[in-house]
């Protein structure tokens, strides 16, 4: 390339650069100049390749190595030409676009660690997924908690229909469930057929349980339930305060439930008395007949109860 | 658990831990520290004699060969290695302390600490350098070898599938080493540095005017007029010592050929381990190297005209990396920066 090459070469890279200072090839190539040296007797003198002391000269960044070389043959270069040093370097630098070399792993991991993006997906993934269940979990309780207000006012409600049920079939009536489920899949265990007795039922006569059902006691146990709905003062109820097993067989032999039934749960029946009830545990069972308290302590030989309950007059008295 | 707690008020230091000077680097600051490794231990009087830490860096350097009896300055690393475990632990501590001190008072520091050392430390000696470092506080060490580090911290393109060639002249060893791929080919580290210098200067004013300096006047002669190749420019200096004949203070003047006679066994040493590399090169790497050249780093770099004399030796290009000083504590600070961005396996770090 000859010299009127290189100053055109400058200039426009000059017109281009107005902002920044000057690069320090231009100075350098006329200190050189002024010299009487020419680039082959500087390269030899400094070690470097011709190539390289062009670049230098015509600040050609594509063929120079990296930065931190450059400014090291600058530095000689400068010394050579007694120039100052520091300002050629200044110069140079301030032309900079990338100052420092790239460092990069040249080993590609062959094990995953835990930084690697999908490894944190995956666990962030799992953590997400924990508190969606969570919330799920937290949802699925919150009607389960409000359920007994509800399920009273649903069974209250299916036994106003019952007496109006013009066969007087009946109907069980069974429980508080924990869950839809369950109900479903158990209602049919305790439906008894009343046959014919549905009208009966209804009105209560005065009983004559021989047990000492104190009267006061269907009083003390009221509560707008059972004031509410008069039915459900009918037929036989059992409150369960702990797991047990129980069996209840109606007059016609028809075993309505056999089965371990979990504490909290009520169970109601109705149908053809007498009932014969076999209770696992008694005394985690309150039994209710027509309406009132029934004391089955009498019957219980370590915790296991059997006898009767109601009269085949429909109303009540039956003992075993 | 306590020191993850305590790490949230530390620094990431990388530490320059070197026999001359101590360089702290911290990350996103820049170099914080630079402090000569000198220790001044005064014994307490009593019957306990017990030993106190009077002065740490620059003020103990000020004593250096000027204490009274009962201090002693010492310098706890020698050739690039712990010397005295015991001092070198508080000298650590002070500047850790001393680093921390601006900004995080209320909280003992428990910083991530980088130490560079030199490529010929046995197992032994690193072992005691991470014992140490972690007995001044660290909650976690790591160790990077000093040729890798000044490369890093001179800008060179250790990544590249091409050869660099790093020569750092340090206080009490001259490490030499190829570098391709982030990985080291070749090292040598040679027990030559600024203090073999500074025993020459003296070894040759006793010789040549029968007159004793001391460590500090050597130092301040090679600083001064120090030169490792002949120039057409003689400098002078006028020194005090004691002469040997007299007993008397006498000054005289000092000129620099004088020095660079005086340099010449340590200079040859450093010589020849560049040439032994060279000759130890894989041919790949060593055209690499001659295309581009050698890259002087640490305080010998700033030895007057030492370039001139690798030039003239070897055939290369020499480069004098740009403050050449902190090139190691720089390069074990961006080390720290790599090792966070791309995980603890990019260097060979311990």
């Given at each position: 390339?000859?010299?009127?090459e290189?100053?055109?070469?400058?200039?426009?890279?000059?017109?281009?650069?107005?902002?920044?200072?000057?690069?320090?090839?231009?100075?350098?190539?006329?200190?050189?100049?002024?010299?009487?040296?020419s680039?082959?007797?500087?390269?030899?003198?400094l070690?470097l390749?011709?190539?390289?002391?062009a670049?230098?000269e015509?600040?050609?960044?594509?063929?120079?190595?990296?930065?931190?070389?450059?400014?090291g043959?600058?530095?000689?270069?400068?010394?050579r030409?007694?120039?100052?040093?520091?300002?050629i370097v200044?110069?140079?630098?301030?032309?900079?676009?990338?100052?420092?070399?790239?460092?990069?792993?040249?080993?590609r991991k062959s094990?995953?660690?835990?930084?690697?993006?999908?490894?944190?997906?995956?666990t962030?993934?799992?953590f997400i997924?924990?508190?969606?269940l969570?919330?799920?979990?937290?949802?699925a309780?919150?009607p389960?908690?409000?359920?007994p207000?509800n399920?009273?006012e649903?069974?209250?409600?299916a036994?106003?229909?019952?007496?109006t049920?013009?066969?007087?079939?009946?109907?069980?009536?069974?429980?508080?469930?924990?869950?839809a489920?369950?109900?479903?899949?158990?209602?049919p265990?305790?439906?008894?057929?009343?046959?014919?007795?549905a009208?009966?039922?209804?009105?209560?006569?005065?009983p004559?349980?021989?047990?000492?059902?104190?009267?006061?006691?269907p009083?003390?146990a009221?509560?707008?339930?059972?004031?509410q709905?008069?039915?459900?003062?009918t037929?036989?109820r059992?409150?369960?305060e702990?797991?047990?097993w129980?069996?209840?067989?109606?007059?016609d032999?028809?075993?309505?439930?056999?089965?371990?039934?979990?504490?909290?749960?009520?169970l109601?029946?109705t149908?053809?008395?007498?009932?014969?009830?076999?209770?696992?545990?008694?005394?985690?069972?309150?039994?209710?007949?027509?309406?009132?308290?029934?004391?089955?302590t009498?019957?219980?030989r370590?915790?296991?109860?059997?006898?009767?309950?109601?009269s085949?007059?429909?109303?009540?008295?039956?003992?075993? | 658990m306590?020191?993850?707690?305590?790490?949230?008020?530390?620094?990431d230091?990388?530490i320059?831990?070197?026999?001359?000077?101590?360089?702290i680097y911290?990350?996103g600051e820049?170099?914080?520290?630079?402090?000569?490794?000198?220790?001044?231990?005064?014994?307490?009087?009593g019957?306990?004699?017990?030993?106190?830490?009077?002065?740490?860096?620059?003020?103990?350097?000020?004593m250096?060969?000027?204490?009274?009896?009962?201090?002693?300055?010492?310098?706890?690393?020698k050739?690039?290695?712990?010397?005295?475990f015991?001092?070198?632990?508080k000298?650590?501590?002070?500047?850790?302390?001393?680093?921390?001190?601006?900004k995080?008072?209320a909280?003992?520091?428990?910083?991530?600490?980088?130490?560079?050392?030199?490529?010929?430390?046995?197992?032994v000696?690193?072992?005691?350098?991470?014992?140490?470092?972690?007995?001044?506080?660290?909650?976690?060490?790591?160790?990077?070898?000093?040729p890798?580090a000044?490369?890093?911290?001179?800008?060179?393109?250790?990544?590249?599938?091409?050869?660099?060639?790093?020569?750092?002249?340090?206080?009490g060893?001259?490490?030499?080493?190829?570098l391709?791929?982030?990985?080291?080919?070749?090292d040598?580290s040679?027990r030559?540095?600024?203090?073999?210098?500074?025993?020459?200067?003296?070894?040759y004013?006793?010789r040549?005017?029968g007159?004793?300096?001391?460590?500090?006047?050597?130092?301040?002669?090679?600083?001064?007029?120090?030169?490792?190749?002949?120039g057409?420019?003689?400098?002078?200096?006028?020194?005090?010592?004691?002469?040997?004949?007299?007993?008397?203070?006498?000054s005289?003047?000092?000129?620099?050929n004088?020095?660079?006679?005086?340099?010449?066994?340590?200079?040859s040493g450093?010589?020849?381990a560049?040439?032994?590399?060279?000759e130890?090169?894989?041919?790949?790497?060593?055209?690499?190297?001659?295309?581009?050249?050698?890259?002087?780093t640490?305080?010998?770099?700033?030895?007057?005209?030492?370039?001139?004399?690798?030039?003239?030796?070897?055939?290369?290009?020499?480069?004098?990396?740009?403050d050449?000083l902190?090139?190691?504590?720089?390069?074990?600070?961006?080390?720290?920066?790599?090792?966070?961005?791309?995980?603890?396996d990019?260097?060979?770090?311990?």
């Open positions: 390339m000859s010299e009127s290189n100053d055109t070469v400058d200039e426009q890279r000059t017109s281009k650069q107005k902002t920044l200072p000057e690069r320090p090839g231009r100075r350098l190539r006329e200190a050189r100049e002024t010299r009487n040296l680039r082959e007797e500087v390269a030899s003198e070690r390749q011709t190539r390289i002391v670049a230098l015509e600040d050609d960044d594509s063929s120079m190595p990296p930065s931190a070389f450059v400014v043959y600058l530095r000689s270069y400068a010394r030409l007694d120039l100052p040093a520091d300002e200044r110069a140079h630098e301030q032309n900079l676009e990338g100052p420092q070399p790239e460092i990069v792993p040249r080993v094990q995953v660690s835990s930084r690697d993006l999908p490894v944190r997906m995956v962030w993934l799992i997924g924990l508190g969606a969570l919330v799920v979990w937290w949802l309780q919150q389960a908690l409000e359920e207000g399920s009273s649903v069974a209250t409600a036994l106003k229909a019952t007496p049920t013009p066969e007087g079939e009946a109907q069980t009536v069974a429980e508080r469930p924990e869950s489920t369950e109900t479903d899949a158990q209602l265990v305790f439906v008894a057929e009343s046959e014919g007795t009208s009966e039922e209804p009105d209560p006569v005065e004559t349980t021989p047990e000492p059902a104190p009267e006061a006691q009083q003390a009221e509560s707008e339930a059972v004031a709905a008069e039915p459900a003062a037929g036989l059992m409150e369960f702990a797991d047990s129980i069996q209840v067989t109606n007059a032999g028809q075993q309505l439930v056999s089965r371990v039934i979990k504490a909290g749960r009520t109601r029946f149908g053809k008395p007498p009932f014969r009830v076999i209770l696992g545990y008694a005394p985690g069972v309150t039994i209710h007949y027509q309406g009132e308290r029934f004391d089955h009498p019957y219980m370590s915790d296991v109860a059997r006898f009767s309950i109601g085949p007059g429909d109303d009540q008295g039956g003992e075993g | 306590l020191g993850s707690f305590r790490g949230l008020f530390s620094y230091i990388s320059d831990l070197g026999t001359a000077n101590t360089l911290v990350r820049g170099i914080v520290l630079n402090e000569p490794s000198v220790v001044a231990i005064r014994q307490e009087p019957p306990n004699n017990t030993k106190r830490i009077s002065a740490v860096g620059v003020e103990a350097k000020q250096l060969g000027r204490t009274p009896g009962n201090i002693t300055a010492i310098r706890p690393m050739d690039g290695v712990i010397a005295d015991t001092i070198t632990e000298m650590l501590q002070h500047f850790i302390r001393k680093v921390h001190e601006d995080f008072k909280f003992k520091p428990s910083p991530r600490v980088l130490i560079c050392v030199p490529c010929g430390a046995t197992q000696e690193r072992r005691a350098i991470k014992e140490s470092a972690a007995g001044a506080g660290a909650r976690e060490v790591y160790l990077i070898e000093e890798m000044a490369a890093i911290g001179a800008g060179m393109p250790i990544s590249e599938a091409s050869g660099s060639m790093v020569l750092d002249i340090g206080g060893t001259s490490e030499i080493a190829v391709s791929l982030n990985g080291i080919v070749y040598n040679v030559v540095g600024g203090d073999r210098f500074d025993e020459a200067i003296t070894a004013v006793r040549n005017y007159t004793l300096i001391g460590e500090a006047t050597a130092e301040r002669i090679k600083h001064q007029i120090g030169t490792a190749y002949p057409a420019e003689v400098r002078e200096i006028e020194v005090r010592g004691r002469n040997l004949a007299e007993g008397i203070p006498r005289f003047t000092l000129n620099s004088e020095i660079l006679e005086a340099l010449q066994e340590p200079l450093i010589v020849t560049v040439k032994t590399a060279l130890q090169t894989p041919p790949e790497l060593g055209a690499d190297i001659s295309e581009r050249g050698l890259v002087l640490g305080g010998g770099a700033l030895l007057r005209d030492l370039d001139r004399l690798l030039v003239e030796e070897t055939g290369l290009p020499v480069i004098i990396a740009e050449p902190t090139c190691v504590a720089r390069g074990g600070g961006r080390a720290l920066e790599l090792m966070d961005a791309h995980g603890g990019l260097f060979a770090l311990e």
